[in-house]
């Protein structure tokens, strides 16, 4: 060892300047942000579920407005492509992890944007059921 310290120029992780996007990565920045925002959306349905269960028809009729609001549809939808995504990335990371299928750089973009395409359409078709029902 020496008594001179030894400057590395070096980073110590990679940034983001150092890496070219590409569709994994986008794919690991929504897992990230639809399991954040997975808890809010639990939580809104968990809450208008207790609203239902205490029986009292002006709190239930406040959070069904709620709900029934353009904006509450939007956000229920959002919600509805945050669990589509955040599950079919979850498979997409067991494949990864467990046999290493679809590991290759082809495959894994491939894959990221059907994640993507799976959730948006995914929630549009239940939706569509929904509302045909």
């Known amino acids: 060892m020496s008594d001179t310290p ?3 120029t070096r980073p110590l992780s990679p940034h983001l300047q150092v890496w070219r ?3 994994t990565m ?3 920045i ?3 942000i639809t399991g954040s925002a997975l808890y809010f959306g639990t939580f809104l349905i968990a809450a208008w579920l207790l609203t239902l269960a205490t029986g009292s028809s002006d709190i239930y009729a406040i959070m069904q407005a ?3 609001s353009w904006f509450g549809k939007i956000v229920l939808y ?3 492509v945050a669990v589509l995504f955040h599950f079919a990335n979850g498979i ?3 494949l ?3 046999p290493g299928i679809a590991f290759e750089p082809g495959a894994a973009s491939a894959f990221s944007i059907f994640n993507y395409t799976f959730a948006i359409l995914g929630a549009a078709a239940i939706w569509a059921a929904a509302a045909w029902l």
């Open 66 to 68: 709620v709900i029934d």
């Open 6 to 8: 030894r400057a590395d």
């Open 26 to 28: 986008a794919a690991s």
């Open 78 to 80: 959002l919600w509805t």
């Open 96 to 98: 990864w992890d467990g």
């Open 21 to 23: 996007f590409h569709a």
């Open 30 to 32: 929504t897992h990230r």
């Open 92 to 94: 997409r990371h067991l």
